[in-house]
């Protein structure tokens, strides 16, 4: 088996498990947004102590990356806010395919705060992703509408995060970075969570335990698939999330996406493919 098979299967296993913690996350109920979240970063900030525990390595990182580290924490940690509460408010494949947008904000955002050259296919690609979350939007002066908007905030949150991850490259491990981006935000959240807090059933506290194993399960595996190969030769596979979630969101939830959401799914699936295929290697 070579690298870029293992990388695939590494990503596939990280989109099921972003999957199944956005259905663990609905699953719970409707519990307080910060109260999820904290659940969620406080079960994967103890599995990646572990990995920093195992491998001694610096529990914040090195001096010099504090601010590159805070910056990517803060950025996630409203990103994680902004998807979690569209979670719980539109169909699922609806609320995971708009926060699957980040990967071309992300390409704008390097564009403009690390001057990365744009290429023309990927300016095409940006603009037939967004023209495909107009269908899943739905302008109007819905609820929904906002809800939806919501989501793309929280995407482009993730994308700054995304920057910021790729200034601070090889200078931390993938397990501190986790640590430290799970630390940060259960102690932002903390006050919150408590002033907030809702008792739980034991199956919402199950629910909520498991979403946060499964989040480290996607970041884990997504870390090691771009390990194993570059990310423009494996990184269309993320996108089976969108098949993982829409069959969980029928099956578990009962709720079909309606035409104009699966025709938005389409089209935001061709942008990323057709990105995927021009940056295979030979391609320009």
Same mark, same amino acid.
């Given at each position: %088996?070579?690298?870029?098979?293992?990388?695939?299967?590494?990503?596939?296993?990280?989109?099921?498990?972003?999957?199944?913690?956005?259905?663990?996350?609905?699953?719970?109920?409707?519990?307080?947004?910060?109260?999820?979240?904290?659940?969620?970063?406080?079960?994967?900030?103890? %599995?990646?102590?572990?990995?920093?525990?195992?491998?001694?390595?610096?529990?914040?990182?090195?001096?010099?990356?504090?601010?590159?580290?805070?910056?990517?924490?803060?950025?996630?940690?409203?990103?994680?806010?902004?998807?979690?509460?569209?979670?719980?408010?539109?169909?699922?494949?609806?609320?995971?395919?708009?926060?699957?947008?980040?990967?071309?904000?992300?390409?704008?955002?390097?564009?403009?705060?690390?001057?990365?050259?744009?290429?023309?296919?990927?300016?095409?690609?940006?603009?037939?992703?967004?023209?495909?979350?107009?269908?899943?939007?739905?302008?109007?002066?819905?609820?929904?509408?906002?809800?939806?908007?919501?989501?793309?905030?929280?995407?482009?949150?993730?994308?700054?995060?995304?920057?910021?991850?790729?200034?601070?490259?090889?200078?931390?491990?993938?397990?501190?970075?986790?640590?430290?981006?799970?630390?940060?935000?259960?102690?932002?959240?903390?006050?919150?969570?408590?002033?907030?807090?809702?008792?739980?059933?034991?199956?919402?506290?199950?629910?909520?335990?498991?979403?946060?194993?499964?989040?480290?399960?996607?970041?884990?595996?997504?870390?090691?698939?771009?390990?194993?190969?570059?990310?423009?030769?494996?990184?269309?596979?993320?996108?089976?999330?969108?098949?993982?979630?829409?069959?969980?969101?029928?099956?578990?939830?009962?709720?079909?996406?309606?035409?104009?959401?699966?025709?938005?799914?389409?089209?935001?699936?061709?942008?990323?493919?057709?990105?995927?295929?021009?940056?295979?290697?030979?391609?320009?």
């Amino acid at each position: %088996m070579n690298s870029t098979v293992k990388g695939i299967i590494a990503l596939i296993i990280s989109s099921l498990g972003f999957s199944l913690m956005a259905v663990f996350v609905k699953y719970s109920g409707d519990l307080p947004t910060v109260q999820k979240v904290f659940f969620r970063n406080f079960i994967a900030m103890l %599995m990646a102590l572990g990995f920093v525990v195992y491998y001694k390595e610096k529990f914040f990182g090195h001096r010099e990356n504090q601010l590159l580290l805070i910056t990517r924490s803060s950025l996630g940690v409203i990103g994680v806010l902004l998807n979690f509460f569209v979670i719980d408010r539109m169909v699922l494949s609806d609320a995971d395919i708009l926060n699957k947008l980040s990967p071309f904000f992300t390409i704008i955002l390097c564009a403009v705060f690390l001057k990365e050259y744009v290429r023309r296919f990927q300016v095409i690609s940006i603009i037939i992703a967004f023209a495909g979350a107009l269908f899943i939007i739905k302008p109007s002066m819905s609820s929904d509408t906002a809800y939806a908007l919501i989501g793309v905030a929280g995407a482009l949150f993730a994308a700054g995060a995304y920057t910021v991850l790729r200034v601070l490259g090889s200078r931390e491990k993938f397990y501190t970075t986790v640590f430290y981006f799970s630390f940060f935000s259960c102690a932002v959240l903390l006050p919150f969570f408590l002033w907030q807090f809702e008792p739980m059933s034991t199956v919402q506290f199950w629910a909520l335990v498991l979403s946060g194993v499964f989040a480290a399960v996607g970041q884990f595996g997504l870390t090691i698939a771009y390990s194993y190969a570059p990310a423009k030769e494996i990184s269309i596979f993320f996108y089976s999330t969108i098949l993982f979630t829409a069959m969980f969101s029928i099956v578990v939830f009962g709720n079909i996406p309606d035409t104009l959401s699966i025709i938005g799914y389409i089209i935001i699936f061709a942008a990323s493919y057709y990105m995927y295929m021009k940056n295979r290697p030979g391609k320009v």
